[in-house]
């Protein structure tokens, strides 16, 4: 059996750090859609390529053109297999297909994942975020922060807050993400798919969490 869990969560709740931690630990395949474009485009598969084309003319790449992406991706899995899907469906009309294609080649979507976490605990994340602008390296005020205050540990250059994470565009991220994303919560949750998971803790306790979930 192949089975799908899907990360739910909003921009901040770590579902990329939750994913990939458990993944490592169980074996589970972590399939993040930015990862899975560009190997399809790397490896050039029949979807890659396409992808490929639309990204080089500076379009955003088709539904449908991802959605061939994951019937190549869940094709080429081998049985059995557990994936962990980060970043994929967006909205209810992603979700739905899911399960067309997860149908046609044998798979199931088990569970989905919801990281929970409180407006202001993500604004205090997504905010205190600093990135050195140098040679790349990331810190966060409160959980990861420099040694010398708005200077890179690694480079000694200054740090700067990326512009995804000023206040503004942190309140338009979230509220795209509301506005999107909460119908495919209640898809899960009318088919009895949905986990909650309280995500409010460190990164290692939210993987604690999410690992005793998955392997329920
Ligand atoms: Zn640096």
């Known amino acids: 059996m192949k089975n799908i869990v899907v990360f739910l969560g909003a921009p901040g709740a770590g579902k990329g750090t939750a994913a990939a931690a458990v993944a490592a ?44 992406m994951i019937a190549e991706l869940l094709a080429e899995t081998p049985d059995p297999a557990t994936l962990f899907f980060d970043g994929f469906p967006r909205n209810e009309a992603q979700a739905e297909k899911l399960e067309q294609l997860a149908a ?12 929970d976490v ?19 390296a990331g810190f966060h005020v409160k959980s990861l922060p420099p040694k010398v205050d708005g200077v890179c540990d690694a480079c000694g250059a200054a740090l700067v ?9 942190i309140a338009h991220r ?26 409010s803790g460190s990164a290692a306790e939210v993987a604690a969490l999410v690992e ?5």
């Open 161 to 169: 807050v990326r512009a995804d994470d000023r206040p503004e565009t």
């Open 25 to 68: 630990r169980t074996g589970a395949r972590h399939v993040s859609t930015g990862a899975m474009l560009r190997d399809a485009v790397a490896r050039g598969t029949p979807a890659g390529l396409e992808a490929k084309g639309h990204m080089e003319s500076g379009g955003l790449v088709p539904d449908e053109v991802l959605y061939r």
């Open 118 to 136: 409180s407006r202001e605990a993500l604004l205090e994340r997504l905010g205190g975020r600093r990135v050195c602008p140098k040679c790349g």
């Open 212 to 216: 005793a979930e998955v392997s329920r």
């Open 104 to 115: 046609e080649s044998g798979a199931t979507v088990a569970s989905a994942l919801l990281l």
């Open 174 to 199: 979230l509220e795209v993400y509301e506005s999107a994303t909460a119908p495919v919560i209640g898809f899960y949750e009318r088919a009895g798919k949905l986990r909650r998971v309280d995500a």
